[in-house]
Every structure is written in structure tokens, then in C-alpha cells.
């Protein structure tokens, strides 16, 4: 009796943890389950949202603008009548030599080529020009004047004064003077030695036409060579006092022209003042040039005795400047003095002033009456007979003042 109540105890305990486990989970499970039921109810809401439409907006019309009925007038241009004129005949004969355009020089027929500069050659030298191109090419190839090597010292075979430092002074008054005057356009240099500082003037480089001459053929034909690239350079042997002055042409019009400049640097003072005074009447008279460019010692270094050096004595300084032995020795020719006369430069100044080597000084004439004027009134220096000239290669710095001696050495022919 004892064992079954037991067992009835035991079924009845089992029974209610089961009722309380079952209570316990679905009270657990309560607040999950209204979440869910909640979300439901929301995606059933949002999604049964209808968004309204706006409904359309009337259009309202309008008004057409009333045309006006009076047309507007048009304002009319009044018909001009060509006037007609009447030409007599005899009119039309005496109107007809003006229509004839003005006569052009005539062109060559370039057949195609292209127009370059000319400017003929020189025919032959004089004689004794001759035997100073022979004595150039013979001191250019010992190279007895220097090099355009840098460790022999002077960058040019045409002396000291023709270097970079030798003719700063010249390239500065020249740079001043052609952008004074850059209308000039053609230039003859002449000699232009081995061209050694000549294109660091700017203008020279650049000008329409650069024309250098030398009498030692061996410099003319290594400049053309060096320079053959610019066309608006012409090279070549020359000699002023055989060849005269130079005149350009081009290869399709064949008119000679003037050149506008004529340049003689370092080159008279080398030179027989008989023959000086003939080269001078060629540049001023006859060359047709504007201006010219020159050296020209002062006055109180011409070698002359009165202290004024212009006033007497001219026949000293013509006995000692007209060198009977030939030419290629040196004096400081003045073109103030006798015999020359020549008037006041336009430009001037020291040719050597910066780096002292002379005292010679840059000459810039215009070419004008004036100056035409004292060249035809130029008389020749009296005749005179040295019993005994002396050789230009046995000369010797001695022979002249101290402050030349210099300057004469490196004109000698060394042994």
C-alpha cells in the first residue's frame, strides 16, 4: 500500500515540472515573439503605402497680340543718276605717258638659283702690292704676329692690337656708333686681318652685307673657309690701293651698289703716305660710301720736331713717314697734319684706352663736302732722296721714340 503511494507522489512531481517547464518557455518566449509580430505589422503598413498624386495644373491660355492694320512705311533711297563724262581724244593722248610705272633695274635671269651677294673679284695686283701680299702670307704662316692658338697667347695671327683685349676700345665705339646708325647695312672692312675680333660687334655679324679684304691671300682664303656657312659674308684677297674700293651686287640683279660704310683699321700707318693719299681719294671720292672709319695718330706723335707737330716742318715728317724702303714698316700717321688736312672726325676716341698699347685713336668721318673738299686740296709731300734708306728688316725700336718702340717691333720682320 505504501510502495503505490509512492509511485503516485512520484507521478504527480513529474507531472507538474513538466506543467512549470511548459509555463516557463512560453513566458520566455512572449517578448520575441511580439517583436516579431510587431515587425510584421510595420512591413504590412510601410508597404501598403500609397504615395498621392498631384493632380494636373490648368493651362491657361494666352492672348494672341492684335496686329497692327496701318502698315509702317518703308523710307525709299532716292536714284542717283550716273554721271556720264566724256573723254575727247586729245585728253587721253596727253594723259597716257603718266601711266607708265617707273623703270626697275632689270633682274638677271636667277633660273631658279638663289639670289646671293657677288662682289667681283680683284683682276691682279700692282707690282709692288704684290710683294706685300707675299710678305704678309709669309708672317701669317710663321705666325710671327701671334695665334689663334690659346697657349700662344694672342687668339690672332694680326698682331696685338687685333685680339679681343687689343680692340676692346674699337668694339665698344663701334657697338655705340652702328646702334646710333643701324641703317647701315653694308660694310666693307678692308684689310680685316684674320677677323679675330671683328664679329664681337654685334652689327658686323648681323648687318645685310660684311665685306673683309686682305692682301695676304692665305688669310682671305682661311676666312672664307671658316665663315663659308654665313651668306651674308664675302671673303676675299684685296688690296685698296691696286683694286680700289669694292662694289655688291647679287646674283639676280646685277646693278653695282655702294657700300654704305668703308673700314680701314690699322692698315695706313703701314703704308706710303704717296699711296695713303691715293687710297683716301678713292674712299671719299669715288667709293660712293656714307661714311668712313680709319685710324690716325695725334698730332704730337708724328715723329716732327716743332712741339705742336702740325704747324712746322711738315717735310720732316713726310722724309721719315713715306718709308723708301717700301711698304710694311710704321709711323703714326695723323690725318690732322700735313699732308693730309683732313677735318675734325665726327666720332673720336683712344683706340687703346682701357688696356694701353698705343696711342693711336678711332676715327669715324661722314662723308660729306667738307671732307670731300680737304681731300681734293690734299698736295703731295716734296720730293726728297735718303742717300742711304734704310731696310724696313734692319730697323730698330731705337730708331724712334721711346713710347713706340713697342709698336714698331711687332710690325719688323723677325729673323
Same mark, same amino acid.
Given at each position: 500500500?505504501?510502495?503505490?503511494?509512492?509511485?503516485l507522489v512520484?507521478?504527480?512531481?513529474?507531472?507538474?515540472v513538466?506543467?512549470?517547464t511548459?509555463?516557463?518557455?512560453r513566458?520566455?518566449?512572449?517578448?520575441?515573439? #511580439?517583436?516579431r509580430?510587431?515587425r510584421?505589422?510595420?512591413?504590412?503598413t510601410?508597404?501598403n503605402?500609397?504615395l498621392?498624386?498631384?493632380?494636373?495644373?490648368?493651362?491657361?491660355?494666352?492672348?494672341a497680340?492684335?496686329?497692327?492694320?496701318?502698315?509702317v512705311p518703308?523710307p525709299t533711297v532716292?536714284?542717283v543718276?550716273?554721271?556720264?563724262?566724256t573723254?575727247?581724244?586729245?585728253?587721253?593722248?596727253?594723259?597716257?605717258?603718266t601711266s607708265v610705272v617707273?623703270q626697275v633695274?632689270?633682274?638677271?635671269d636667277? #633660273?631658279?638659283?638663289e639670289?646671293?651677294?657677288?662682289?667681283e673679284p680683284?683682276a691682279?695686283?700692282?707690282?709692288?702690292?704684290a710683294?706685300?701680299a707675299?710678305?704678309?702670307?709669309e708672317?701669317y704662316?710663321?705666325?710671327?704676329?701671334?695665334?689663334r692658338v690659346?697657349?700662344?697667347g694672342?687668339?690672332t695671327?694680326s698682331?696685338?692690337?687685333? #685680339?679681343?683685349?687689343?680692340?676692346?676700345?674699337?668694339?665698344t665705339?663701334?657697338t655705340?656708333?652702328?646702334n646710333?646708325?643701324p641703317e647701315?647695312?653694308t660694310?666693307a672692312d678692308?684689310?680685316?686681318?684674320?677677323? &679675330?675680333w671683328q664679329?664681337a660687334?654685334r652689327h658686323?655679324n648681323?648687318a645685310?652685307? %660684311?665685306?673683309?679684304g686682305?692682301i695676304?691671300?692665305?688669310?682671305a682664303?682661311?676666312?672664307?673657309?671658316? %665663315?663659308?656657312?654665313h651668306?651674308n659674308?664675302?671673303?676675299?684677297?684685296?688690296?685698296?690701293?691696286?683694286?680700289?674700293?669694292?662694289k655688291?651686287?647679287?646674283t639676280?640683279n646685277?646693278?653695282?651698289?655702294s657700300f654704305d660704310?668703308?673700314?680701314?683699321?690699322?692698315a695706313?700707318?703701314h703704308?706710303a703716305?704717296?699711296?695713303?693719299q691715293?687710297?683716301?681719294?678713292?674712299?671719299i671720292?669715288d667709293?660712293?660710301?656714307?661714311w668712313?672709319?680709319?685710324s690716325?695718330y695725334?698730332?704730337t706723335?708724328?715723329?716732327?720736331?716743332?712741339p705742336?707737330g702740325c704747324s712746322?716742318?711738315?717735310n720732316l715728317?713726310?722724309?721719315k713717314?713715306?718709308?723708301?724702303a717700301g711698304?710694311g &714698316?710704321?709711323?703714326?700717321?695723323?690725318?690732322?697734319?700735313?699732308?693730309?688736312?683732313?677735318?675734325s672726325?665726327?666720332?673720336?676716341?683712344?683706340?687703346?684706352g682701357?688696356?694701353k698699347?698705343?696711342?693711336?685713336f678711332?676715327?669715324? %668721318?661722314?662723308?660729306?663736302?667738307?671732307?670731300?673738299?680737304?681731300v681734293?686740296?690734299m698736295?703731295?709731300?716734296?720730293?726728297f732722296a735718303p742717300a742711304?734708306?734704310?731696310?724696313?728688316?734692319a730697323?730698330?725700336p731705337?730708331?724712334?721714340?721711346?713710347?713706340?718702340?713697342r709698336?714698331f717691333?711687332r710690325?719688323?720682320n723677325?729673323?
Open positions: 500500500m505504501k510502495s503505490r503511494w509512492m509511485w512520484s507521478l504527480n512531481l513529474v507531472a507538474l513538466i506543467a512549470l511548459t509555463l516557463g518557455t513566458t520566455a518566449c512572449a517578448p520575441l515573439r #511580439d517583436l509580430d510587431l510584421d505589422q510595420l512591413r504590412g510601410v508597404l503605402v500609397t498621392p498624386v498631384p493632380s494636373p495644373v490648368p493651362m491657361v491660355p494666352v492672348p497680340l492684335p496686329v497692327p492694320t496701318v502698315p518703308v532716292p536714284t543718276q550716273p554721271e556720264v563724262v573723254v575727247q581724244p586729245e585728253v587721253v593722248a596727253a594723259v597716257a605717258p617707273t633695274p632689270p633682274l638677271d636667277c #633660273d631658279g638659283r639670289d646671293r651677294f657677288v662682289v680683284c691682279e695686283l700692282m707690282a709692288d702690292a710683294q706685300a707675299h710678305r704678309f702670307d708672317i704662316a710663321r705666325q710671327a704676329w701671334g695665334s690659346q697657349e700662344l694672342t687668339h695671327r698682331g696685338l692690337g687685333s #685680339d679681343m683685349k687689343g680692340a676692346f676700345d674699337w668694339i665705339g663701334l655705340k656708333f652702328f646710333q646708325n647701315l647695312q660694310i678692308i684689310p680685316s686681318g684674320d677677323m &679675330g664679329m660687334v658686323l648681323t645685310k652685307l %660684311y665685306f673683309g686682305d695676304a691671300k692665305s688669310v682664303v682661311d676666312n672664307a673657309k671658316r %665663315y663659308r656657312a651668306e659674308k664675302i671673303l676675299q684677297h684685296w688690296d685698296l690701293y691696286s683694286c680700289g674700293v669694292p655688291w651686287s647679287t639676280c646685277s646693278t653695282k651698289n660704310v668703308i673700314m680701314i683699321r690699322d695706313l700707318q703704308i703716305i704717296s699711296k695713303v691715293q687710297i683716301l681719294r678713292k674712299v671720292l667709293s660712293g660710301a656714307k668712313f672709319i680709319t690716325s695725334p698730332a706723335d708724328t715723329l716732327r720736331t716743332d705742336y712746322t716742318n711738315e715728317f713726310c722724309s713717314g713715306a718709308m723708301p711698304d &714698316g710704321w709711323y703714326p700717321i695723323a690725318l690732322d697734319c700735313a699732308p693730309f688736312h683732313l677735318p672726325p665726327a666720332f673720336k676716341t683712344a683706340s687703346h682701357t688696356f698699347i698705343e696711342n693711336d678711332l676715327y669715324i %668721318y661722314k662723308i660729306d663736302d667738307a671732307l670731300k673738299e680737304a681734293l686740296n698736295k703731295p709731300c716734296p720730293s742711304k734708306p734704310t731696310p724696313v728688316t730697323a730698330t731705337e730708331m724712334l721714340r721711346p713710347q713706340f718702340a709698336s717691333s710690325f719688323r723677325p729673323q
